[in-house]
């Protein structure tokens, strides 16, 4: 079967300027450069599989207008499917990203999907793609992700969870995840790390596990990524995965790297790898992606 991977989930246009340093308050800062490119961790995942030579199609809602025009066109180009569960008018997300030139961190402003209706129910007229062997959710879009996911479960087809934050109703949506790779940020709604109710992050594994996925994983930037699993006896175990390091010096932009791990774990976990393989796929190629410009600066 050829590989095709559904991902489902947030889109948006990003502004993209380069700083010496962020702006005070009051204060204006002169650009090294600018770059307007479309965004959010589905879009990104989706084209970051589609340059790995997987089929790829993006469910997500983007609207009729001009700034929908930018991010389709854009996608087309980096050869992504796009399906649009928004019918009309609509203007995705504007997200306002400030990369500092000499370490390559971000700062980042965006509404997300706020204000976009429930797409559940477009999701269901819709289906899951009949030729589809694995799925990818970022979390937006939470009604439509749900449905494809638990359509996904049912077939026996692999869900990767992109865990950037938790959003409500997250749970009924990890009901129906297999993998859940969670950012160095993600916390529960009840608490913070460190706060009474999650001790550690090994701790913070085992109550996403709780919620439903087999494996989860937390990434920490450069730093080593945290393993819990669970068999089908519900034994748990643990591991740890060492990204290869990368010298200061070399890192330009670190924007997108934890949608390109995602992408990349996702489009292995189509192309039928075991999970710990397609994750370790996918820290090897989020690594690499930091030496370059941009979330998808290594294609070229």
Avoid: Y
Avoid at 54 to 80: E, K, Q, S, W
Avoid at 134 to 158: W, Y
Avoid at 244 to 260: E, I, K, M, N, S
Avoid at 268 to 295: C, F, I, K, N
């Amino acid at each position: 079967m050829t590989a095709l991977l559904v991902c489902c989930g947030l889109a948006t246009l990003d502004v993209v300027q380069v700083v010496d340093r962020l702006p005070a308050a009051d204060e204006k800062v002169v650009a090294r450069s600018l770059d307007v490119t479309f965004g959010g961790p589905a879009a990104n995942a989706a084209a970051t599989a589609a340059a790995l030579g997987i089929r790829t199609v993006l469910v997500t809602a983007l609207g009729t207008g001009p700034v929908a025009d930018l991010v389709r066109a854009g996608l087309a180009a980096a050869g992504v499917d796009v399906v649009d569960l928004l019918a009309g008018p609509g203007t995705p997300a504007v997200s306002t990203v400030l990369v500092t030139h000499a370490t390559g961190e971000r700062a980042v402003v965006s509404v997300n999907a706020v204000g976009v209706p429930d797409l559940a129910a477009g999701a269901r007229a819709l289906g899951l793609h009949r030729d589809a062997t694995a799925v990818l959710v970022d979390g937006h879009h939470l009604g439509a992700a749900t449905v494809l996911a638990a359509d996904a479960t049912a077939r026996g087809i692999p869900v990767l969870l992109d865990g950037g934050s938790w959003k409500p109703g997250l749970d009924s949506l990890l009901a129906h995840v297999d993998h859940a790779v969670l950012s160095a940020d993600f916390r529960l709604p009840d608490c913070a790390e460190g706060a009474e109710g999650v001790r550690d992050a090994d701790e913070l594994l085992d109550r996403v596990a709780d919620l439903g996925p087999r494996l989860v994983a937390r990434s920490a930037g450069p730093g080593p990524v945290r393993i819990r699993t669970v068999d089908a006896d519900g034994r748990r175990s643990s591991s740890v995965l060492h990204p290869r390091a990368v010298p200061a010096a070399d890192v330009v932009d670190t924007l997108g790297a934890g949608d390109v791990l995602h992408g990349a774990t996702a489009a292995s976990l189509a192309a039928g790898h075991a999970v710990l393989t397609a994750l370790a796929d996918g820290v090897d190629r989020a690594t690499e992606s930091v030496r370059h410009p941009g979330a998808l600066g290594w294609v070229h």
